[in-house]
C-alpha cells in the first residue's frame, strides 16, 4: 500500500506526463525472458580461465612462493606473482573522475612478502579450462610464516599492538567542534551515556563479481564487467601503466551492487592476463571467493554521551565512534567522514563534540555499504533517542519532536540543508502506520519502535562531482539516450528515459537507453552515493531541455508563435491552447535534419563545488543535500528462545518528487530487507581474522518468510536538488531500519541489545543479565 | 576424461551432449548449451538462482549432475515464453515490477510456475512459504509475492 | 569451485546397486544429492565414485506395513512430507517437515539419503529416535535391522556399512497418543540450532512412556533419557515440566559454532522441551 503526500503549494504549478508514474521498466522484459545478459554470460573463441589463489592466514609473511609446477602444467597459459609485476598496486581511493588520491591508500596488487587479511591473493593463474585453473592452483607451493595479527579495533590502538601497516593502525581522524559542549553539559539536567555495537555486513548481491577482458586491435584493453563504477578504467590503466585512453571498461546490467561492486574487483587480474597473455580471460568468483573478494560494511563502536534538559531538549552531545578499516585503507576515510557528519542525525544541535576514527585490523577490509558510515551513525543516535525517552519517561515521538532539525536550520556541520527536512512529517506518519498494536501473548511479547534519519545524496562537494549525459531524436522521432551510468538494479537507466521523454512528450517505448562504456557512452560518474539520479537524471534533464529548446524554436518558427507557447506530449508537438496547430513530432525531426539543425544535446551537470570540511571544527558543506524520513516496526519476541519477528513494518520517506513510485518502493522494500538482515541475523564472524561464515547457509539474509510486507508512504516536497525537486531513495531507504527494530525490541523485552545483530542467543543473555540483576 | 552421453530435452529441442559425469546441470545449460538465462549464486544450492524445472518439478540445477538428467525434460526460463508472447508469470513479473537486478529472476519464475501449477489461487503465506528457497537481495519480496499473485489472476482469467 | 572428479555408475536396480558397492570401496550412493552435492561442489568431500539409484523404480514407496509405514529409499522428502498415510500414522514426522528445507531441494531429496547423511542438525534423525523406527540395511551378504537408535553413531557417521544400502524405513504405529516437534533455527528451513521430538503415552492422568529426543546439540540425534525420567510416574503438570526441561539442559554437551554458542543451545533445549512436553500432553488428551 502507499500513499503519497505533497506539498499542496507546489502541486498546482506541476503537472508531469510521464514523471511521478509506476511506468514498467525498460530492462524488465529482457530480464524477465532471460535474454539480458549479464556480464558472466559473455564468452569469446579462444577465452582463457582464471582463478585468484588466495591466502589463507590473515596475518603472516609469505616466506615461500613456488610456481614452478604450476606454470609446467599443460593447458596453463600464465600464472603471475608479486615478482611479475614490479611495484605495481592498485587505487583503492575513492573511484571515479577527479582523480584524488592519498598516500598509503593503495594495496599492492597481489602480495609480495606480506599477509594482511584473510584471502589476499596470492597469484593468478590463467588456463585453458578452468579446472586446469583449479590444477594449477593446488600445484602451486607457497609457505606463509604466521606473524602476529590484530583483529579487534580497540586492541588495535594500544601501545605496542601488532602494525597492520605505517606509524600506527589510525587510517584516518575526523572531527566536529562546535558551539560548547561543556557549557551545553553544564546546563543538562541529566546526562545520558551509551556504547553501541554494529556489524561488519556482507552485501550478498546476487551475482558474484566476474568479468572478461580482451585486448583489441588497436592495444587497447576491453574490460566487460559487472560493476558499479566504469570509471576505474583510470586506475586500472595506472596499474597496468597504460595510458588512460588504453583501457576500456563495458558494464552489463549488474546483478546487485550495494556498494560492493564500488571498488575494484577482479577488472585488474582480468586486464594483467589479457595483456600478458594476448588471448581473452574471463574471471568468474565462486560465492565462497565473493566473500573474501570485496570490502565490508564497517563495524563501529559509537559511544554517545548526550545532555538533556528535563523537558527532553538536548543541549550538548559528544560523541567518539571508531570503525574498524580493516586490512586495507580503500574508503575508510570518507565512511568516518559520513558518520562524523551525521553524528547528531535529523536533530539540531548546536554543542557537539564528534571525534571518528578508522583503525586498521587484519580483518577483511571494509568500504562501501548502502549507508556509508552515516547508516551506522543512524543506528546509535536513534537507540540513544529512546534512551533518552526512557530515562526521562518522556513519549519517544515527542521527545524527537522537540529536537528535530527544521527546513532553513544548519546541520551538524554549520551547513544549512538546501531543501525542506521534512523529518517530523515523516515520523508522525510511519508511527501513526503502525495502526493498532498487537497483543503480547506468554511468552511472546510485541513491541514498537522508530528511527528517524538524515542521509545525504550525491558525492562529497570537494569530490567536485559532475555527469554526463547525450540525448538525441531519430528520424522517425524515437529518442536515444546516451549515459555512462551503470544500472545495479534500481532502475537507474529507466529513470533517465522517463526523464528524456518527460521533456521530450514522448513515451517510455520509445526510447533506447545505451549505458555504462567507458569509451562511447559520456562518462555519468559513479552509481554510488545514492546519486545517480541526482546527478545523471540532472544531467539527461539538461540534454532533453536543450534538445527540446531547439526542437520548440523551430516549431515555433513553423506555427508563427514564440517558443514558449509550443508544448510537446505523445509524439505530438503543438501550441499550447490552440488544438489546431498541430504536427507530429517526426515531421517536426525531418524539418530540423533537412535544415542541419542539430538533433542532439550533450551536457554535463555539476554539483556543488566545496572544499574539504575545515580540519578542526568539521564546520562546512559535505554534500549537496539530504534526505529525510523515519522508519517505523512492531516485533514480537518469544522470550524463552529469544527469537524475534517483524510483524510490521511502516516507512515514511520524503524523497522529493518521484520519477517512478513502482520503483521508489522497490528501494524502501528493499532496504527494509537489507536493515532487517543487519539488525537480527546477518553475521561475518571471523576467528583471527579468518571468515568462518563464507557461504549463504552460514551468512544468513532474510527469506520471503521472514519479511512482513513493508507499507510505503512517500512524501514529496519537491525540494531536492535532483531532477523535477527529487531528492534519493537509494541508501535512505536502508538507514533507520535496524535502529526501528532494536528499538521495538528493547520496548517488548523491556532491556536493550547493545549489539547488532540481535539475534536469539543475544536476546537470551540480555534477559538473563536483566534477571540476575 | 571419463564422459558419458546423455540425451536431454531443454525447452522443447532434444539435446545429445557428452559430459562429464562432474558437470553440473547448470554449466551444461549454461556453458554446453549457452542457455545463460539460468544463473548461479551460490553453488551450495541456498539462493535458488538456478531453479529450472526437470521432468516438471523445480530442481536446482546446481545440485544436480548433467547425467542425472539423462532423458530428462528440462525447462529454462527461455522457454517459458518470449518478450512477444510472454508467459503470465512474466508478465506479472514485468507488469508489477517483480524484479530490480534480476539475477534471482529466472529461479523466482520456475519457482512460481510450479507452485501456481499445484494450487492456482495461493495465499499470501502460501507464496511465501514457496519461494522461501529464493533469496533475493533487492526487492524485499513484496513486489515478488504482489507478481505471483497477479500472476495466478491472469492465469485463471485466461483459464483452460 | 566446482566438484572433484569421480566415477559415475548408475544403477538399474537394488541388487545393481549392491553388486556395486562390493565391488567399489570407495563408492558412495548417490540419491536426491541435495546435501552430498553441496558438500561437493564445496570440496568438503571428494568421493571416487558415486552409484547413482535414481533410475531403480518402485523404491519410492510410501506404504503400509501391518500399523505402521515402509518408506523406500528413493521417497522424496515432499512425497513423505504430503503423505496422508505418514501424517495418519506419524504425524511427527509431518510436524517435522514444516521446519525441513525449502520446497525445491524437497522435490529432489529422500528420506533415506538424509538419514544416512546424519548432519547432526538434521531434523529427521531425531523423528526416528523418538518414533522407534527400524532402518533396513541390505548388502549382497543379506539384510540388517537396525533400530534408529542404534544407527546414528557420530557426526555423519552410521551403523550402515560401506558395502550396504539403506533400502527401507519402517515407522512403527504409533505406540504413544502425544507427539510434538519443535526447533531453532536462525533462519527457517535452515540448519537447525536445536531439535526436540517428543512422543508421550498417557494414561489416567499419568505418563507412562516418554521419548525426549534432541538433535544439533550433539554429534547426533539422542534420546534425553533424565528428561524422560523426569516425565515418567506421575502428571505432567509444571513441577515435571520444570524438572524436565532442566534435566534436558543438563543432559546435553552442546557445541559453540557460528549459528550458536553452547549456552543458548542448552537453553534452547530447556525451552524446546517444555514447549513439546506441554503440547504432547495435551495431543494426548
Given at each position: 500500500m502507499t500513499h503519497t503526500d505533497m506539498d499542496p503549494g507546489t502541486l498546482a504549478n506541476v503537472q508531469f506526463r510521464q514523471v511521478g508514474k509506476p511506468l514498467t521498466r525498460t530492462d524488465a522484459p529482457g530480464k524477465v525472458t532471460g535474454r539480458t545478459p549479464y556480464a558472466g554470460d559473455y564468452v569469446m573463441p579462444n577465452m582463457l580461465h582464471m582463478r585468484v589463489l588466495r591466502a589463507d592466514i590473515a596475518s603472516a609473511r609469505l616466506v615461500r612462493l613456488d610456481v614452478s609446477k604450476a606454470r609446467a602444467l599443460t593447458g596453463v597459459a600464465c600464472v603471475l606473482t608479486a615478482d611479475d609485476l614490479a611495484d605495481r598496486t592498485a587505487a583503492t581511493d575513492i573511484p571515479g573522475q577527479t582523480g584524488q588520491k592519498r598516500l598509503d591508500t593503495d594495496q599492492p596488487i597481489l602480495v609480495r612478502d606480506r599477509v594482511r587479511y584473510f584471502g589476499e591473493p596470492l597469484a593468478l593463474i590463467a588456463a585453458e579450462t578452468r579446472d586446469i585453473a583449479d590444477h594449477a592452483a593446488e600445484l602451486i607451493e607457497f609457505e606463509l610464516e604466521p606473524i602476529p595479527g590484530v583483529y579487534d579495533t580497540l586492541e588495535a590502538l594500544k601501545p605496542g599492538a601488532p602494525l597492520v601497516y605505517g606509524r600506527d593502525n589510525i587510517v584516518a581522524e575526523r572531527k566536529i567542534r562546535k558551539g560548547d559542549v561543556e557549557a551545553g553539559f553544564a546546563r543538562a539536567d541529566l546526562i545520558v551515556e551509551n556504547t553501541y555495537r554494529t556489524p561488519f555486513q556482507e552485501h550478498a548481491f546476487l551475482e558474484p563479481e566476474v568479468g572478461l577482458a580482451w585486448v583489441?586491435?588497436?592495444?587497447?584493453?576491453?574490460?566487460?564487467?559487472?560493476?558499479?563504477?566504469?570509471?576505474?578504467?583510470?586506475?586500472?590503466?595506472?596499474?597496468?601503466?597504460?595510458?588512460?585512453?588504453?583501457?576500456?571498461?563495458?558494464?552489463?546490467?549488474?546483478?546487485?551492487?550495494?556498494?560492493?561492486?564500488?571498488?575494484?574487483?577482479?577488472?585488474?587480474?582480468?586486464?594483467?592476463?589479457?595483456?600478458?597473455?594476448?588471448?581473452?580471460?574471463?574471471?568468474?568468483?565462486?560465492?565462497?571467493?565473493?566473500?573474501?573478494?570485496?570490502?565490508?560494511?564497517?563495524?563501529?563502536?559509537?559511544?554517545?554521551?548526550?545532555?538533556?534538559?528535563?523537558?527532553?531538549?538536548?543541549?550538548?552531545?559528544?560523541?567518539?565512534?571508531?570503525?574498524?578499516?580493516?586490512?586495507?585503507?580503500?574508503?575508510?576515510?570518507?565512511?568516518?567522514?559520513?558518520?562524523?557528519?551525521?553524528?547528531?542525525?535529523?536533530?539540531?544541535?548546536?554543542?557537539?563534540?564528534?571525534?571518528?576514527?578508522?583503525?586498521?585490523?587484519?580483518?577483511?577490509?571494509?568500504?562501501?555499504?548502502?549507508?556509508?558510515?552515516?547508516?551506522?551513525?543512524?543506528?546509535?543516535?536513534?537507540?540513544?533517542?529512546?534512551?533518552?525517552?526512557?530515562?526521562?519517561?518522556?513519549?519517544?515521538?515527542?521527545?524527537?519532536?522537540?529536537?528535530?532539525?527544521?527546513?532553513?536550520?544548519?546541520?551538524?556541520?554549520?551547513?544549512?540543508?538546501?531543501?525542506?527536512?521534512?523529518?517530523?512529517?515523516?515520523?508522525?506518519?510511519?508511527?501513526?502506520?503502525?495502526?493498532?498494536?498487537?497483543?503480547?501473548?506468554?511468552?511472546?511479547?510485541?513491541?514498537?519502535?522508530?528511527?528517524?534519519?538524515?542521509?545525504?545524496?550525491?558525492?562529497?562537494?570537494?569530490?567536485?562531482?559532475?555527469?554526463?549525459?547525450?540525448?538525441?531524436?531519430?528520424?522517425?522521432?524515437?529518442?536515444?539516450?546516451?549515459?555512462?551510468?551503470?544500472?545495479?538494479?534500481?532502475?537507474?537507466?529507466?529513470a533517465l528515459g522517463q526523464i528524456a521523454v518527460e521533456v521530450l512528450g514522448v513515451t517510455l517505448d520509445n526510447v533506447v537507453i545505451y549505458n555504462s562504456d567507458s569509451a562511447v557512452t559520456p562518462l555519468a560518474g559513479t552509481t554510488t552515493a545514492t546519486r545517480a539520479l541526482y546527478m545523471t537524471g540532472n544531467a539527461a534533464k539538461q540534454a532533453a531541455e536543450g534538445l527540446r529548446a531547439r526542437l520548440a524554436e523551430r516549431a515555433a518558427q513553423e506555427f508563427g508563435v514564440t517558443p514558449d507557447e509550443i508544448d510537446m506530449a505523445f509524439n505530438e508537438v503543438f501550441v499550447i491552447d490552440r488544438p489546431e496547430k498541430t504536427m507530429p513530432l517526426v515531421d517536426l525531426v525531418r524539418t530540423c535534419a533537412a535544415e542541419g539543425i542539430h538533433r542532439s544535446e550533450l551536457a554535463i551537470f555539476r554539483a556543488p563545488f566545496g572544499d574539504f570540511l575545515d580540519p578542526e571544527t568539521g564546520q562546512g558543506q559535505a554534500h549537496p543535500d539530504y534526505a529525510y524520513g523515519a522508519h517505523a516496526v512492531e516485533v514480537s519476541v518469544d522470550v524463552e528462545t529469544g527469537e524475534v519477528e517483524v510483524l510490521k513494518s511502516v516507512a515514511a520517506h520524503d524523497v522529493g518528487q518521484c520519477i517512478n513510485p513502482a520503483a521508489v518502493e522497490g528501494q524502501i522494500q528493499g532496504g527494509a530487507q537489507n536493515g532487517q538482515g543487519y539488525a537480527l541475523s546477518e553475521e561475518m564472524l571471523y576467528e583471527e581474522g579468518r571468515l568462518v561464515t563464507p557461504s549463504f547457509s552460514e551468512y544468513l539474509m532474510p527469506t520471503a518468510m521472514d519479511m512482513p510486507n513493508v507499507e510505503c508512504i512517500i512524501l514529496e516536497s519537491r525540494s531536492g536538488v535532483g531532477p523535477f525537486g527529487a531528492k534519493g531513495i537509494g541508501e535512505p531507504a536502508m538507514t533507520a531500519v535496524a535502529p526501528a527494530i532494536a528499538n521495538a525490541v528493547a520496548d517488548a523485552i523491556g532491556v536493550r541489545v547493545f549489539e547488532m545483530p540481535i539475534t536469539p542467543e543475544r536476546v537470551v543473555t540480555a534477559l538473563q543479565q536483566r534477571d540476575a540483576s | 576424461m571419463e564422459r558419458e552421453t546423455i540425451s536431454v530435452t531443454v525447452n522443447g529441442r532434444a539435446y545429445e551432449r557428452a559430459v562429464e559425469p562432474r558437470r553440473l546441470l547448470s554449466d551444461f545449460l549454461r556453458e554446453d548449451l549457452r542457455l545463460t538465462g539460468t544463473h548461479v549464486g551460490c553453488e551450495h544450492g541456498v539462493c535458488g538462482s538456478c531453479t529450472v524445472m526437470m521432468d516438471g518439478v523445480t530442481a536446482r540445477s546446481c545440485l544436480t549432475f548433467a547425467v542425472m538428467a539423462d532423458g530428462a525434460e528440462i525447462e529454462t526460463i527461455e522457454g517459458l515464453g518470449s518478450v512477444e508472447a510472454m508467459h503470465p508469470v512474466q508478465q506479472a513479473f514485468w507488469e508489477k515490477h517483480g524484479l530490480q537486478c534480476g539475477f534471482c529472476t529466472p529461479g523466482m519464475l520456475m519457482t512460481a510456475v510450479e507452485l501456481l501449477k499445484a494450487n492456482p489461487d495461493p495465499s499470501v503465506d502460501d507464496i511465501r512459504d514457496a519461494i522461501s528457497g529464493n533469496l533475493c537481495r533487492c526487492t524485499g519480496y513484496q513486489t515478488i509475492v504482489e507478481s505471483i499473485q497477479y500472476a495466478a489472476k491472469l492465469m485463471r482469467e485466461d483459464g483452460p | 569451485m566446482k566438484p572433484a572428479r569421480f566415477r559415475y555408475l548408475r544403477a538399474a536396480s537394488v541388487n545393481d546397486a549392491l553388486q556395486a558397492l562390493a565391488e567399489n570401496p570407495d563408492a558412495q550412493i548417490l540419491a536426491g544429492g541435495q546435501s552430498l552435492i553441496a558438500m561437493m561442489n564445496l570440496r568438503l568431500v571428494k568421493p571416487a565414485c558415486l552409484i547413482d539409484i535414481n533410475r531403480i523404480s518402485n523404491i519410492g514407496y510410501i506404504d503400509e506395513d501391518g500399523d505402521g509405514v515402509a518408506i523406500g529409499a528413493l521417497a522424496r522428502h515432499n512425497d513423505v512430507k504430503h503423505s496422508p498415510l505418514i501424517r495418519e500414522r506419524c504425524p511427527l514426522l509431518t510436524e517435522a517437515y514444516e521446519s525441513i528445507a525449502h520446497h525445491t531441494v524437497r522435490n529432489r531429496g529422500t528420506l533415506g539419503g538424509n538419514l544416512c547423511h546424519a548432519d547432526p542438525s538434521s531434523e529427521t534423525p531425531a523423528v526416528m529416535v523418538a518414533t522407534g523406527a527400524t532402518l533396513m540395511l541390505q548388502s549382497l551378504r543379506g539384510q540388517r535391522e537396525v533400530g534408529a537408535e542404534d544407527f546414528f553413531l557420530g557426526t555423519y557417521e552410521t551403523a550402515r556399512r560401506q558395502d550396504e544400502m539403506l533400502t527401507e524405513i519402517r515407522l512403527p504405529g504409533r505406540r504413544t497418543d502425544g507427539w510434538a516437534f519443535a526447533e531453532i533455527s536462525n533462519r527457517h528451513g535452515d540448519f537447525a540450532i536445536a531439535v526436540i521430538a517428543t512422543t508421550l503415552r498417557i494414561e489416567d492422568g499419568r505418563c507412562e512412556a516418554a521419548r525426549v529426543v534432541a538433535s544439533g546439540v550433539g554429534e547426533h540425534a539422542a534420546r534425553l533419557e533424565p528428561a524422560e525420567e523426569a516425565l515418567i510416574g506421575g502428571p505432567i503438570d509444571d513441577a515435571r515440566l520444570d524438572a524436565a526441561a532442566a534435566a534436558a539442559a543438563g543432559a546435553v554437551d552442546p557445541h559453540s559454532d557460528s549459528h550458536a554458542d553452547a549456552a543458548y543451545r542448552r537453553d534452547a533445549i530447556a525451552a524446546l522441551t517444555r514447549r513439546t512436553v506441554r503440547r504432547a500432553a495435551a495431543r494426548c488428551d
Amino acid at each position: 500500500m502507499t500513499h503519497t503526500d505533497m506539498d499542496p503549494g507546489t502541486l498546482a504549478n506541476v503537472q508531469f506526463r510521464q514523471v511521478g508514474k509506476p511506468l514498467t521498466r525498460t530492462d524488465a522484459p529482457g530480464k524477465v525472458t532471460g535474454r539480458t545478459p549479464y556480464a558472466g554470460d559473455y564468452v569469446m573463441p579462444n577465452m582463457l580461465h582464471m582463478r585468484v589463489l588466495r591466502a589463507d592466514i590473515a596475518s603472516a609473511r609469505l616466506v615461500r612462493l613456488d610456481v614452478s609446477k604450476a606454470r609446467a602444467l599443460t593447458g596453463v597459459a600464465c600464472v603471475l606473482t608479486a615478482d611479475d609485476l614490479a611495484d605495481r598496486t592498485a587505487a583503492t581511493d575513492i573511484p571515479g573522475q577527479t582523480g584524488q588520491k592519498r598516500l598509503d591508500t593503495d594495496q599492492p596488487i597481489l602480495v609480495r612478502d606480506r599477509v594482511r587479511y584473510f584471502g589476499e591473493p596470492l597469484a593468478l593463474i590463467a588456463a585453458e579450462t578452468r579446472d586446469i585453473a583449479d590444477h594449477a592452483a593446488e600445484l602451486i607451493e607457497f609457505e606463509l610464516e604466521p606473524i602476529p595479527g590484530v583483529y579487534d579495533t580497540l586492541e588495535a590502538l594500544k601501545p605496542g599492538a601488532p602494525l597492520v601497516y605505517g606509524r600506527d593502525n589510525i587510517v584516518a581522524e575526523r572531527k566536529i567542534r562546535k558551539g560548547d559542549v561543556e557549557a551545553g553539559f553544564a546546563r543538562a539536567d541529566l546526562i545520558v551515556e551509551n556504547t553501541y555495537r554494529t556489524p561488519f555486513q556482507e552485501h550478498a548481491f546476487l551475482e558474484p563479481e566476474v568479468g572478461l577482458a580482451w585486448v583489441d586491435e588497436n592495444d587497447v584493453v576491453n574490460i566487460r564487467v559487472s560493476t558499479q563504477v566504469i570509471e576505474h578504467f583510470r586506475p586500472i590503466a595506472d596499474a597496468l601503466g597504460v595510458p588512460h585512453n588504453k583501457v576500456r571498461v563495458r558494464g552489463a546490467l549488474v546483478g546487485g551492487g550495494f556498494g560492493g561492486k564500488e571498488d575494484l574487483t577482479v577488472e585488474v587480474y582480468l586486464a594483467l592476463l589479457a595483456k600478458q597473455t594476448g588471448r581473452p580471460v574471463r574471471l568468474e568468483y565462486s560465492r565462497e571467493d565473493s566473500f573474501v573478494g570485496h570490502g565490508k560494511r564497517h563495524p563501529f563502536i559509537l559511544t554517545y554521551r548526550t545532555g538533556v534538559t528535563k523537558e527532553g531538549k538536548i543541549t550538548a552531545l559528544d560523541v567518539n565512534m571508531i570503525a574498524d578499516a580493516g586490512a586495507y585503507v580503500f574508503l575508510s576515510p570518507y565512511v568516518i567522514l559520513y558518520a562524523l557528519v551525521a553524528a547528531p542525525g535529523p536533530y539540531r544541535v548546536d554543542n557537539l563534540n564528534v571525534f571518528a576514527k578508522a583503525v586498521a585490523t587484519n580483518n577483511m577490509y571494509t568500504s562501501a555499504f548502502r549507508g556509508f558510515g552515516a547508516l551506522q551513525a543512524c543506528a546509535a543516535y536513534e537507540q540513544q533517542m529512546d534512551e533518552i525517552a526512557n530515562t526521562l519517561s518522556i513519549d519517544r515521538l515527542k521527545l524527537r519532536r522537540r529536537n528535530f532539525l527544521k527546513t532553513g536550520e544548519p546541520m551538524s556541520t554549520g551547513f544549512v540543508p538546501p531543501s525542506a527536512i521534512w523529518t517530523e512529517q515523516c515520523a508522525e506518519k510511519a508511527w501513526a502506520g503502525l495502526g493498532e498494536p498487537t497483543a503480547s501473548d506468554g511468552p511472546i511479547r510485541t513491541g514498537r519502535g522508530l528511527a528517524c534519519y538524515q542521509q545525504s545524496y550525491g558525492r562529497l562537494t570537494f569530490l567536485h562531482d559532475t555527469s554526463e549525459a547525450w540525448v538525441g531524436v531519430e528520424m522517425d522521432g524515437t529518442v536515444v539516450v546516451r549515459s555512462g551510468v551503470t544500472d545495479i538494479g534500481a532502475g537507474q537507466i529507466s529513470a533517465l528515459g522517463q526523464i528524456a521523454v518527460e521533456v521530450l512528450g514522448v513515451t517510455l517505448d520509445n526510447v533506447v537507453i545505451y549505458n555504462s562504456d567507458s569509451a562511447v557512452t559520456p562518462l555519468a560518474g559513479t552509481t554510488t552515493a545514492t546519486r545517480a539520479l541526482y546527478m545523471t537524471g540532472n544531467a539527461a534533464k539538461q540534454a532533453a531541455e536543450g534538445l527540446r529548446a531547439r526542437l520548440a524554436e523551430r516549431a515555433a518558427q513553423e506555427f508563427g508563435v514564440t517558443p514558449d507557447e509550443i508544448d510537446m506530449a505523445f509524439n505530438e508537438v503543438f501550441v499550447i491552447d490552440r488544438p489546431e496547430k498541430t504536427m507530429p513530432l517526426v515531421d517536426l525531426v525531418r524539418t530540423c535534419a533537412a535544415e542541419g539543425i542539430h538533433r542532439s544535446e550533450l551536457a554535463i551537470f555539476r554539483a556543488p563545488f566545496g572544499d574539504f570540511l575545515d580540519p578542526e571544527t568539521g564546520q562546512g558543506q559535505a554534500h549537496p543535500d539530504y534526505a529525510y524520513g523515519a522508519h517505523a516496526v512492531e516485533v514480537s519476541v518469544d522470550v524463552e528462545t529469544g527469537e524475534v519477528e517483524v510483524l510490521k513494518s511502516v516507512a515514511a520517506h520524503d524523497v522529493g518528487q518521484c520519477i517512478n513510485p513502482a520503483a521508489v518502493e522497490g528501494q524502501i522494500q528493499g532496504g527494509a530487507q537489507n536493515g532487517q538482515g543487519y539488525a537480527l541475523s546477518e553475521e561475518m564472524l571471523y576467528e583471527e581474522g579468518r571468515l568462518v561464515t563464507p557461504s549463504f547457509s552460514e551468512y544468513l539474509m532474510p527469506t520471503a518468510m521472514d519479511m512482513p510486507n513493508v507499507e510505503c508512504i512517500i512524501l514529496e516536497s519537491r525540494s531536492g536538488v535532483g531532477p523535477f525537486g527529487a531528492k534519493g531513495i537509494g541508501e535512505p531507504a536502508m538507514t533507520a531500519v535496524a535502529p526501528a527494530i532494536a528499538n521495538a525490541v528493547a520496548d517488548a523485552i523491556g532491556v536493550r541489545v547493545f549489539e547488532m545483530p540481535i539475534t536469539p542467543e543475544r536476546v537470551v543473555t540480555a534477559l538473563q543479565q536483566r534477571d540476575a540483576s | 576424461m571419463e564422459r558419458e552421453t546423455i540425451s536431454v530435452t531443454v525447452n522443447g529441442r532434444a539435446y545429445e551432449r557428452a559430459v562429464e559425469p562432474r558437470r553440473l546441470l547448470s554449466d551444461f545449460l549454461r556453458e554446453d548449451l549457452r542457455l545463460t538465462g539460468t544463473h548461479v549464486g551460490c553453488e551450495h544450492g541456498v539462493c535458488g538462482s538456478c531453479t529450472v524445472m526437470m521432468d516438471g518439478v523445480t530442481a536446482r540445477s546446481c545440485l544436480t549432475f548433467a547425467v542425472m538428467a539423462d532423458g530428462a525434460e528440462i525447462e529454462t526460463i527461455e522457454g517459458l515464453g518470449s518478450v512477444e508472447a510472454m508467459h503470465p508469470v512474466q508478465q506479472a513479473f514485468w507488469e508489477k515490477h517483480g524484479l530490480q537486478c534480476g539475477f534471482c529472476t529466472p529461479g523466482m519464475l520456475m519457482t512460481a510456475v510450479e507452485l501456481l501449477k499445484a494450487n492456482p489461487d495461493p495465499s499470501v503465506d502460501d507464496i511465501r512459504d514457496a519461494i522461501s528457497g529464493n533469496l533475493c537481495r533487492c526487492t524485499g519480496y513484496q513486489t515478488i509475492v504482489e507478481s505471483i499473485q497477479y500472476a495466478a489472476k491472469l492465469m485463471r482469467e485466461d483459464g483452460p | 569451485m566446482k566438484p572433484a572428479r569421480f566415477r559415475y555408475l548408475r544403477a538399474a536396480s537394488v541388487n545393481d546397486a549392491l553388486q556395486a558397492l562390493a565391488e567399489n570401496p570407495d563408492a558412495q550412493i548417490l540419491a536426491g544429492g541435495q546435501s552430498l552435492i553441496a558438500m561437493m561442489n564445496l570440496r568438503l568431500v571428494k568421493p571416487a565414485c558415486l552409484i547413482d539409484i535414481n533410475r531403480i523404480s518402485n523404491i519410492g514407496y510410501i506404504d503400509e506395513d501391518g500399523d505402521g509405514v515402509a518408506i523406500g529409499a528413493l521417497a522424496r522428502h515432499n512425497d513423505v512430507k504430503h503423505s496422508p498415510l505418514i501424517r495418519e500414522r506419524c504425524p511427527l514426522l509431518t510436524e517435522a517437515y514444516e521446519s525441513i528445507a525449502h520446497h525445491t531441494v524437497r522435490n529432489r531429496g529422500t528420506l533415506g539419503g538424509n538419514l544416512c547423511h546424519a548432519d547432526p542438525s538434521s531434523e529427521t534423525p531425531a523423528v526416528m529416535v523418538a518414533t522407534g523406527a527400524t532402518l533396513m540395511l541390505q548388502s549382497l551378504r543379506g539384510q540388517r535391522e537396525v533400530g534408529a537408535e542404534d544407527f546414528f553413531l557420530g557426526t555423519y557417521e552410521t551403523a550402515r556399512r560401506q558395502d550396504e544400502m539403506l533400502t527401507e524405513i519402517r515407522l512403527p504405529g504409533r505406540r504413544t497418543d502425544g507427539w510434538a516437534f519443535a526447533e531453532i533455527s536462525n533462519r527457517h528451513g535452515d540448519f537447525a540450532i536445536a531439535v526436540i521430538a517428543t512422543t508421550l503415552r498417557i494414561e489416567d492422568g499419568r505418563c507412562e512412556a516418554a521419548r525426549v529426543v534432541a538433535s544439533g546439540v550433539g554429534e547426533h540425534a539422542a534420546r534425553l533419557e533424565p528428561a524422560e525420567e523426569a516425565l515418567i510416574g506421575g502428571p505432567i503438570d509444571d513441577a515435571r515440566l520444570d524438572a524436565a526441561a532442566a534435566a534436558a539442559a543438563g543432559a546435553v554437551d552442546p557445541h559453540s559454532d557460528s549459528h550458536a554458542d553452547a549456552a543458548y543451545r542448552r537453553d534452547a533445549i530447556a525451552a524446546l522441551t517444555r514447549r513439546t512436553v506441554r503440547r504432547a500432553a495435551a495431543r494426548c488428551d
